[in-house]
Nanobody, 128 residues
Framework: QVQLVESGGGLVQTGGSLRLSCAASGRTFSSYAMGWFRQAPGKEREFVVAISASGGGTYYADTVKGRFAITTDNAKNTVYLQMHNLRPEDTAVYYC?????????????????????WGQGTQVTVSS
């Protein structure tokens, strides 16, 4: 079992920045590909970004490319989502997710069904 706890959400103005954190507990963190998804009110959950278990592969949604960055700190069992130049359309609940993989894998899962564990989400609100 893996428990994921997100933090760092909040209210920010257009153009601002936030850093989300997702702390994992349980099995070896380095064996998981990690992803961030988001869900805005009235919309389906959508993929944002993910990183392979090895850390060597990443994939970003076109809507966030160049503005968001995913990083991991295996020593802290934590994955981060650094968000810059935020826009009102980035407003959503952000979820981190973990996909049990191989620590040397470069595969980057981008579909929600590929993930085994989910956090409870953290709200990000961008005001115009």
């Amino acid at each position: 079992q893996v428990q994921l706890v997100e933090s760092g959400g909040g209210l920010v103005q257009t153009g601002g920045s936030l850093r989300l954190s997702c702390a994992a507990s349980g099995r070896t963190f380095s064996s998981y590909a990690m992803g961030w998804f988001r869900q805005a009110p009235g919309k389906e959950r959508e993929f944002v970004v993910a990183i392979s278990a090895s850390g060597g592969g990443t994939y970003y949604a076109d809507t966030v490319k160049g503005r968001f960055a995913i990083t991991t700190d295996n020593a802290k069992n934590t994955v981060y989502l650094q968000m810059h130049n935020l826009r009102p359309e980035d407003t959503a609940v952000y979820y981190c997710a973990a996909d049990l993989s191989d620590s040397e894998s470069y595969y980057v899962p981008i579909e929600a069904y590929e993930y085994d564990y989910w956090g409870q989400g953290t709200q990000v609100t961008v005001s115009s």
